[in-house]
Nanobody
Framework: VQLVESGGGSVQVGGSLTISCAAS??????????MGWFRQAPGKRREWVTS????????YAPDSVKGRFTISEDNAKNTVYLQMNSLKAEDTAIYYC???????????????WGQGTQVTVS
């Protein structure tokens, strides 16, 4: 199983950015497959950003990003996206995608992780 993030970069405060996570060796189908985005800033713990259940399309996110960040899926491409709007300086972090069976806000249930992509907001 390999998860590969892409699309990170630098963006101005208030701007938008969409990052992607392509999965290989892992098929998202039916219920029970969850993809999540986490982020980690220097000196801080890894923080849950949002998650989605493939199949149902149910999404979850904390209040800190709700209304600004949107997670979406493309089953045909085995890819999940994170659209980020109204970006703030505090959104600066390495963003990781992760796959697991349950959409929870803790990293533990996610068994597969990507290498991360840097998002810098200034």
């Amino acid at each position: 199983v390999q998860l590969v993030e892409s699309g990170g970069g630098s963006v101005q405060v208030g701007g938008s950015l969409t990052i992607s996570c392509a999965a290989s060796g892992y098929t998202f189908s039916g219920r029970g497959n969850c993809m999540g985005w986490f982020r980690q800033a220097p000196g801080k713990r890894r923080e849950w950003v949002t998650s989605i259940y493939f199949g149902s399309g149910s999404t979850y996110a904390p209040d800190s990003v709700k209304g600004r960040f949107t997670i979406s899926e493309d089953n045909a491409k085995n890819t999940v996206y994170l659209q980020m709007n109204s970006l703030k300086a505090e959104d600066t972090a390495i963003y990781y995608c992760a796959a697991g069976g349950v959409c929870l806000s803790q990293p533990g249930p996610y068994h597969h992780w990507g290498q991360g992509t840097q998002v810098t907001v200034s």
